[in-house]
DNA sequence: TTATGCGGAATTTTT
DNA sequence: TTCCGCATAA
């Protein structure tokens, strides 16, 4: 057999990771080491070298993205499709097993996904209907808290109320929660999770069954994984199948959504045979890049030393800018890339990411006001944008009449003149009787004995039942057409002023022809429909489309994760900013904040810019922060300070720092001192801070008011 | 039922 | 600043 292509482009701890034995394997990756190479080649080993089925391997990753891109690798690899191998995230794949087996799973086989917005409004409703005012029962908490509870695997009756009021509370709300969901058959993200872990659990023979299908079980970001993520793939797990995962500590940034890096421990004591492999050589960057981020995330405590290196080249200084304000600093930024495109460079190589994504407006100003083409990462998917959601509610509550999610959403949308009353009632009626809001208004509406209390609910009962009818044996993209028809979103929207009506319009028509050429084989027990919903809720689809246009790409560093670009702008990098003022206190949220300098920094290939502003427009306040702690965590050696052009009062700020010791510095002014600014006018010294350049003042101006000046810039006359 | 205005809050995001 | 939810008015 000729295993060439599969062990030919790796190095040797790599080809390590990948011809291993079936032995629980923990692969360090860190990044840019060729990590997904690793995982797809290991899973080409399996399949080619040790003649193991794909049908017998499980991949797990995170994002439909990575999965596509997996098996894609995978079939390029092998030069054969790998339509039977399971591969998918862990919702997909929890999914499935949840369609396969809903009776086992004590769900109802036509179960519909909720996403976070339906689960949402669910809560909002439930807060509402329980007279609860929402100062003190933030809907936002009470799904943070069902969702992390879920995440650990707890149901409402297993969580230790610890006799705290407010915990008893919340435990209550969620179990309201759920009964809610039950009722209408609706499964959220986290309980695809908890019920399929719940499944296997509680059905050993079932289980036994799936262990000796999975010989290997192989989990790509292993760092991100959550409790119940961690305890399925214990579970599934069995004594005779072996476990490869993947994964680095340094990027581990979604601590805050349950991710626990602690699990590459776990892992350890739960598989005491398990071997590790850290790749540590770096494909992507360049020597100094990678001495910046070893430097910055060495900072971090707790660490399993590791250290990326290169055999390339040295390359360029990291470039650090401080501009004077997030107007300069965009400008700086899109003069950079405008020099890189005089070089014969593509747009679509630079990136500019940020903290926040509030940061991208001053970016976007200067994009556009350069004529630049961008691309903004993130924001609304496809099936996330409202008209597609409330066309997917027609088609949820034609099939599903006891969906009280999609009941909610379009009942009065177009308005149709069931108000706030009538819902009321409906709801009440559910709630005393035990019914859905479907079966509770039809029972109403039948029950009025004047016969136009209800009219308008009758209306829209009729309405509903005529489309099931009419469209009953029409295909998908058929009936969806009908239904927005029939529905009267399309005149609701034609009548929305601007241009937004419209591309809601034509986003209805991409619903369609998205339906048209959907296409599954459907070997699990779901109707074709149910699917398509499914797939919806899944995978919201693509981000915005433009991609095609060579532009600069924008985005957090959250969503910079796995992408790598020749030249990388990282804006903001002020205190308060970056590291966020929120994480700044504790060591924990500090380290994580690190972690995302790390994976920020080494997604850049050949050049980094570092840029700050010394003066920032935040919500409407201008706001003045120190520069980064991160960037003082890169050696000197390795940066290239950039001064800014002189225009007059302005000078290298930046050099100075170097030169002023920060303790010794002291203010010029006092408290009560009166001052002059030649735009501001005459005014009062009320406070001061800082020290050094950073030094600034407050100052109350007789009239425009109270403002704080940076005293390097302001040029204040002083009395 | 819709329009308007106020107050408060404003990381990061996949499924 | 901007977005949201809520209350009030039209």
Redesign the pocket.
Same mark, same amino acid.
């Given at each position: 057999m000729d295993v060439t292509p599969i062990l030919d482009s790796l190095n040797e701890p790599q080809r390590k990771a990948v011809t291993g034995p079936a032995e629980p394997m923990l692969v360090i990756a860190g990044a840019g080491s060729g990590k997904t190479r690793v995982l797809t080649h290991r899973i080409a080993w399996l399949i080619d070298v040790e003649n193991i089925s794909p049908h017998n391997l499980l991949a797990v990753t995170?994002?439909?993205?990575a999965a596509k891109e997996m098996r894609h690798r995978i079939e390029e690899l092998l030069n054969i499709p790998v339509n039977n191998l399971w591969i998918g995230?862990f919702? =997909?794949i929890a999914h499935r097993f949840l369609r396969r087996h809903a009776k086992e799973a004590g769900l109802e086989q036509s179960f519909q996904i909720i /996403? !976070?917005d339906d689960q949402l409004r669910i809560i909002k409703r439930l807060i509402k209907s329980l007279g609860l005012d /929402?100062d003190r029962h933030n809907p936002k908490e009470i799904q943070y808290f069902i969702n992390k509870q879920k995440d650990e695997g707890l149901r409402a009756d297993q969580i230790d109320n610890k006799n705290d009021v407010d915990l008893i509370h919340m435990i209550k709300l969620y179990q309201q929660y759920q009964d809610i969901c039950n009722q209408g058959s609706l499964v959220d993200?986290a309980e695809l999770l908890l019920s399929t872990y719940e499944l296997f659990r509680d059905n050993p023979q079932l289980l036994e069954k799936y262990h000796s299908t999975f010989k290997h079980l192989l989990v790509d970001e292993f760092q991100d994984t959550n409790s119940i993520q961690y305890a399925l793939l214990r579970l599934l797990t069995g004594v005779k199948s072996t476990l490869f995962a993947v994964g680095d500590e340094d990027q581990s940034i979604y601590r805050?959504?349950g991710a626990k890096v602690e699990h590459i421990a776990q892992f350890q004591k739960d598989f005491p045979a398990t071997k590790i492999i850290t790749l540590e050589q770096n494909y992507r960057s360049t020597a100094n890049i990678l001495k910046a981020a070893n430097a910055i995330i060495t900072k971090n405590e707790d660490r399993i030393p590791k250290e990326l290196w290169t055999d390339g080249e040295q390359g360029e200084l990291i470039k650090i800018y401080a501009a004077f304000n997030e107007r300069d600093e965009a400008n700086f930024i899109v003069n950079r890339i405008s020099d890189w495109e005089k070089q014969g460079n593509k747009r679509t190589e630079a990136a500019i990411i940020y %903290? !926040?994504? $509030?940061q991208s407006r001053a970016l976007e100003e200067a994009l556009i006001s350069a004529s630049m083409p961008y691309r903004i990462y @993130?924001g609304l998917r496809f099936f996330e944008r409202s008209e597609i959601k409330d066309a997917l509610a027609y088609l949820r509550l034609v099939s599903h009449k006891n969906d009280d999610a999609s009941f909610e959403r379009i009942v009065?949308k177009p308005?149709r003149?069931? =108000? $706030?009353k009538a819902l009321d009632n409906i709801r009440k009626c559910a709630k005393d009787n035990n019914l859905s809001l479907w079966k509770a208004a039809c029972f109403l509406a039948k029950n009025d004995p004047t016969g136009t209390k209800y009219n308008k609910i009758n209306h829209f009962i009729s309405l509903i039942n005529r489309m099931d009818r009419e469209t009953e044996s029409l295909e998908i993209h058929d009936k969806i057409d009908h239904l927005i028809n029939l529905s009267e979103l399309i005149d609701l929207y034609q009548k929305e002023k601007g241009e937004r009506g419209l591309t809601r319009i034509e986003n209805l028509e991409e619903l369609v022809t998205a339906a048209k050429s959907f296409d599954v084989d459907n070997e699990d027990e779901m109707t074709m429909l149910d699917a398509f919903l499914a797939h919806a809720a899944?995978? !919201?689809g693509e981000e915005q489309a433009g991609a095609w246009e060579d532009c600069v790409q924008l985005m957090?560093m959250? !969503?910079a994760k796995g992408l790598e670009f020749p030249l990388v702008f990282m804006c903001g990098m002020e205190d308060g900013l970056f590291p966020?003022q %929120?994480?700044i206190l504790d060591s924990k949220?500090l380290q994580e904040e690190r972690r995302l300098c790390y994976v920020g920094i080494t997604r850049a290939e050949q050049t980094l810019y570092l840029t700050f502003a010394e003066q920032r427009r935040l919500? @409407?306040q201008d706001n003045h922060a120190p520069p980064s702690r991160f960037m003082a965590e890169i050696p000197s050696e390795l940066k290239d300070e950039i001064r800014q052009k002189a225009t007059g009062h302005y000078q290298s700020h930046i050099h100075q720092t170097k030169k002023t010791p920060a303790s010794e510095a002291k203010l010029p002014v006092q408290l009560g001192q009166r001052a002059h600014h030649k735009k501001f006018g005459p005014g009062i010294i009320l406070a001061y801070e800082g020290q050094g350049v950073h030094a600034r003042v407050q100052v109350n101006f007789e009239n425009v008011g109270t403002k704080w000046l940076v005293l390097s810039y302001a040029n204040l006359e002083l009395k």
């Open positions: 995170f994002t439909n993205k995230t919702h =997909g /996403d !976070s /929402d993200f805050w959504r %903290r !926040s994504n $509030a @993130g009065n308005t003149g069931i =108000g $706030a899944l995978e !919201s957090t959250h !969503s966020h %929120r994480n949220t919500h @409407g």
